[in-house]
Nanobody
Framework: QVQLVESGGGLVQAGGSLRLSCAASGSIFSVNAMGWHRQAPGKQRESVATITSGGSSNYADSVKGRFTISSDNAKNTVYLQMNSLKPEDTAVYYC????????????WGQGTQVTVSS
């Protein structure tokens, strides 16, 4: 019903920047919220940043001031601009969307690897 395509991961040196994108498509009536989560090896998946359809955003304390989430509602796309990257930001980053189709549901992207070298 809903497909998510993520892009933008890669390898970067500490202090560098990356921009992640996630485009949602399918039988979407409306987007309720979009966000990014990450999972490092041996750790639980954690929320990084979320944004509602009204534009309200929230960030994990560990990324405040360095990461910026934004969205293009017309394209059902969410972005994560990551600046001043640190080695501890290394993880697989997953896009998550809460959308209304015939019901309200949550979908996950396939994940994109972000590796920050020291």
């Amino acid at each position: 019903q809903v497909q998510l395509v993520e892009s933008g991961g890669g390898l970067v040196q500490a202090g560098g920047s990356l921009r992640l994108s996630c485009a949602a498509s399918g039988s979407i009536f409306s987007v309720n919220a979009m966000g990014w989560h990450r999972q490092a090896p041996g750790k639980q998946r954690e929320s990084v940043a979320t944004i509602t359809s009204g534009g309200s955003s929230n960030y994990a304390d560990s990324v405040k001031g360095r990461f910026t989430i934004s969205s293009d509602n017309a394209k059902n796309t969410v972005y994560l601009q990551m600046n001043s990257l640190k080695p501890e930001d290394t993880a697989v980053y997953y896009c998550n969307v809460v959308v209304t189709t015939t019901y309200v549901g949550s979908w996950w992207g396939q994940g994109t690897q972000v590796t920050v070298s020291s």
